[in-house]
């Protein structure tokens, strides 16, 4: 009994610090992908708009939106500020929400005008199913469902973090020898987000199987 009641803080401490690290990580790639592909279209010149300076408006909706979800995204997972600070866990879910409305529209307004057309409809699908996520998450909190929440927020993110995924797929190898980038665009816009969440489905049901005593 005392071997047991020593054991659970220090696992408890190591898993804390495992998420820490892990957190920061998601951090540094999401503020490396910030800096070096969101930041640039702040210069707002159509030769780094390219075939978007047409539709730059609603790229910087999506760009403006998709960064505050990205940002906000980690604390909400960050289990001691939630214990110790619930009213900044709370304001920056409100943020996060906000981030999401305003980036899945401007990602749904340009999937619209998207090419190839294959694109388009994987870019709005993910979109819908970014929104759909943190819907689930939102009504669930209301309703004071704290686990269920916390499942469909870390949706909600792997689905944000896909425009990270995304690019990291596309800019490096193998990805980036799958032919042109109109010909993996879209195959690239479906895998950003539905492995890792095939990935998490996984990892669930396996951790809930082995909780399981067989008898």
């Given at each position: 009994m005392a071997t047991s009641v020593v054991a659970r803080p220090g696992r408890a401490s190591r898993s804390g610090v495992a998420l820490g690290v892990f957190l920061l990580l998601v951090l540094a790639l999401a503020g490396k992908f910030i800096v070096h592909y969101a930041v640039p279209y702040s210069a707002f010149t159509p030769a780094y708009f390219d075939y978007y300076w047409p539709h730059r408006f609603r790229?910087?909706?999506?760009?403006?939106?998709?960064?505050?979800?990205?940002?906000?995204?980690?604390?909400?997972?960050?289990?001691?500020?939630?214990?110790?600070?619930?009213?900044?866990?709370?304001?920056?879910?409100?943020?996060?929400?906000?981030?999401?409305?305003?980036?899945?529209?401007?990602?749904?307004?340009?999937?619209?005008?998207?090419?190839?057309?294959?694109?388009?409809?994987?870019?709005?699908?993910?979109?819908?199913?970014?929104?759909?996520?943190?819907?689930?998450?939102?009504?669930?909190?209301?309703?004071?469902?704290?686990?269920?929440?916390?499942?469909?927020?870390?949706?909600?993110?792997?689905?944000?973090?896909?425009?990270?995924?995304?690019?990291?797929?596309?800019?490096?190898?193998?990805?980036s020898h799958w032919g042109t980038f109109e010909d993996r665009a879209a195959t690239v816009t479906w895998a950003c987000w539905v492995v890792p969440m095939l990935g998490y489905e996984i990892v669930r049901a396996a951790r809930r199987l082995l909780a399981v005593k067989t008898a």
């Open positions: 790229l910087i909706t999506h760009i403006c939106g998709g960064i505050l979800a990205l940002l906000c995204g980690p604390f909400q997972f960050w289990t001691g500020l939630r214990n110790r600070a619930l009213n900044i866990h709370r304001w920056t879910g409100i943020l996060y929400l906000v981030g999401v409305a305003v980036g899945a529209s401007g990602a749904g307004m340009m999937a619209y005008f998207s090419t190839p057309r294959n694109f388009g409809v994987s870019l709005g699908i993910m979109a819908l199913a970014w929104v759909l996520c943190t819907s689930v998450a939102y009504l669930a909190v209301l309703r004071r469902i704290i686990p269920l929440h916390r499942e469909w927020m870390v949706r909600s993110y792997l689905v944000a973090f896909g425009f990270v995924t995304f690019r990291v797929i596309s800019d490096y190898p193998p990805g």
